[in-house]
């Protein structure tokens, strides 16, 4: 079974960093897409950052401030963020997606951001 599983999750105060990462049970060169999304409290789930098709793909407010990387050896997807603010505040779940040899797409259990003004 595929699993990805999301570790680097906390607390912090406004302005600080945080980096997570998301590590696969299988080579991630297997996905065409991996990425990050997370989901505040009352809101809907949303995009943060993704690799997909070649490139990378950010939310419009996360441009500067967050970096999505990979390390293929380790099978790993990180997300670097820095300058947090308290509305990063959210549940951060990796994604992944594959099509060959069939669909598949798998989530994490998520992993907790905490921001404090």
């Known amino acids: 079974q595929v699993q990805v599983v999301e570790s680097g999750g906390g607390q912090v105060q406004a302005g600080g960093s945080l980096k997570l990462s998301c590590a696969a049970s299988?080579?991630?060169?297997?996905?065409?897409?991996m990425g990050w999304y997370r989901q505040a409290p009352g809101k809907r789930r949303e995009l943060v950052a993704t690799?997909?098709?070649?490139?990378?793909k950010y939310a419009d407010s996360m441009k500067g401030r967050f970096t999505i990387s990979r390390d293929n050896a380790k099978n790993t997807v990180y997300l670097q963020m820095n300058s947090l603010k308290p509305e990063d505040t959210a549940v951060y779940y990796c994604?992944?997606?594959?099509?060959?040899?069939?669909?598949?797409?798998?989530w994490g259990q998520g992993t907790q951001v905490t921001v404090s003004s």
């Open positions: 299988i080579s991630i060169s297997n996905f065409y897409a």
């Open positions: 690799f997909q098709g070649g490139g990378t």
């Open positions: 994604n992944a997606k594959a099509d060959y040899p069939k669909y598949l797409e798998v």
